[in-house]
């Protein structure tokens, strides 16, 4: 699996629609290609904080469909949402 750093996240109404790092040839990608990566295992996502802790991020499923979330065992809220836009 390969690991992809996030610096910058793209949102919409309270929902991540893009992942981003410009330092990379990648930037942006759309959710929907982040969703499909992270669940057939090719990609991983992850937000480093800043003793050096990444944070990995996941693919959570609600009633309204899926959405990318950081882990909510390693902190309390999606640490997506405070990054700066891309």
């Known amino acids: 699996m390969i690991k992809r750093r996030v610096i910058r996240s793209r949102k919409e109404n309270g929902d991540i629609t893009a992942l981003g790092n ?3 040839y990648w930037n942006p ?3 929907k290609d982040v969703i499909d990566e992270i669940e057939t295992g090719l990609y991983n996502y992850f937000v480093e904080l800043e003793n050096n802790t990444e944070i ?4 959570v ?3 309204n469909g899926k959405y990318l979330s950081t882990d909510p065992d390693i902190t309390t809220q999606n640490i997506l949402l405070t990054l700066p836009d891309c």
């Open 22 to 24: 410009p330092f990379e």
């Open 29 to 31: 990608k759309i959710k």
């Open 56 to 59: 990995e991020i996941k693919v």
């Open 61 to 63: 499923i609600d009633k």
